[in-house]
């Protein structure tokens, strides 16, 4: 693996800063000075240290993605991008997978891993692991619409959600914040239009305690830091 590639992933910074430590010398393996930020080592094998503390491998990837609109929430698909083709190839080899998924339309907030206990704890409908979309819908809401967002709404297929928040941020711009704790195909729009608004725009800002980065342009994605992981581990 590349040095700096390894040092983002165990948390010590981005590829641009990791980059920097290399350049000060401060990184050595097993007790010889890195001075390529491309350099291959083996954390298995060798005593990665920077600045003299001793580098944690993890045997798992957590990433963060601000996941663009077009994009298929899959590993593969013969028709359409995945989320994984946007990934650099030495996180590929590492074999992620989206947790959950996202519509193709849908921007935002998507967590990719290779640990499969992590992503079961939060895609289990027995978490109730909230999620935070923000949308722009064609009409202004109402107290009516938001009252049966709270008790749970009916949806085409017969299905009543598990009751939602349905908050308006800009009535001028009709921009709100829908929280739910499920999942369901389409649930955010399909929701929408049972209350007589149709979604204009959709991103996920939010799951759980994690909220999307805000330095993360669309199509951008970072690792997940330990404080992040942990939170989702307890949500």
């Given at each position: 693996?590349?040095?700096?590639?390894?040092?983002?992933?165990?948390?010590?910074?981005?590829?641009?800063?990791?980059?920097?430590?290399?350049?000060q010398?401060?990184?050595?393996?097993?007790?010889?000075?890195?001075?390529?930020?491309?350099?291959?080592?083996?954390p298995?094998?060798?005593?990665?240290?920077?600045?003299?503390e001793?580098?944690?491998?993890?045997?798992?990837?957590?990433?963060?993605m601000?996941?663009?609109?077009?994009?298929?929430?899959?590993?593969?698909d013969?028709?359409?991008?995945?989320?994984?083709?946007?990934?650099?190839?030495?996180?590929?080899?590492?074999?992620?997978?989206?947790?959950?998924?996202l519509?193709?339309?849908?921007e935002?907030?998507?967590?990719?891993?290779?640990?499969?206990?992590?992503?079961?704890?939060?895609t289990?409908?027995?978490?109730h692991v909230?999620?935070?979309y923000e949308a722009?819908?064609?009409q202004?809401?109402?107290?009516?619409?938001?009252?049966?967002?709270?008790?749970?709404i009916?949806?085409?297929?017969?299905?009543?959600?598990?009751?939602?928040?349905?908050?308006?941020?800009?009535?001028?711009?009709m921009?709100?914040?829908?929280t739910?704790?499920?999942?369901?195909?389409?649930?955010?729009?399909?929701?929408?239009?049972?209350?007589?608004?149709e979604?204009?725009?959709?991103?996920?800002?939010?799951i759980?305690?994690?909220?999307?980065?805000?330095?993360?342009?669309?199509?951008?994605?970072?690792?997940?830091?330990?404080?992040?992981?942990e939170?989702?581990?307890?949500?």
């Amino acid at each position: 693996m590349r040095i700096d590639k390894l040092l983002a992933h165990t948390g010590y910074g981005t590829r641009k800063e990791v980059k920097k430590l290399v350049k000060q010398g401060a990184v050595e393996a097993d007790g010889i000075k890195i001075k390529s930020f491309s350099a291959q080592v083996n954390p298995d094998k060798e005593v990665i240290t920077v600045k003299g503390e001793t580098v944690e491998y993890r045997e798992f990837i957590y990433l963060m993605m601000n996941k663009p609109p077009g994009v298929i929430s899959a590993t593969e698909d013969d028709m359409h991008e995945t989320v994984v083709n946007i990934l650099e190839l030495e996180d590929i080899v590492r074999q992620p997978f989206p947790v959950g998924r996202l519509d193709k339309d849908t921007e935002g907030l998507l967590i990719l891993t290779n640990d499969g206990k992590f992503a079961h704890g939060i895609t289990s409908p027995k978490k109730h692991v909230s999620k935070v979309y923000e949308a722009v819908l064609d009409q202004t809401v109402t107290e009516e619409d938001k009252k049966r967002f709270a008790e749970g709404i009916v949806l085409d297929d017969g299905y009543e959600t598990k009751p939602a928040r349905l908050e308006q941020i800009d009535s001028e711009k009709m921009l709100v914040h829908i929280t739910i704790s499920e999942g369901k195909f389409h649930q955010v729009k399909r929701m929408c239009h049972a209350v007589g608004k149709e979604v204009l725009f959709l991103k996920r800002i939010q799951i759980g305690g994690i909220v999307l980065d805000p330095k993360l342009e669309t199509g951008e994605y970072r690792d997940l830091r330990d404080e992040e992981i942990e939170e989702l581990q307890n949500s």
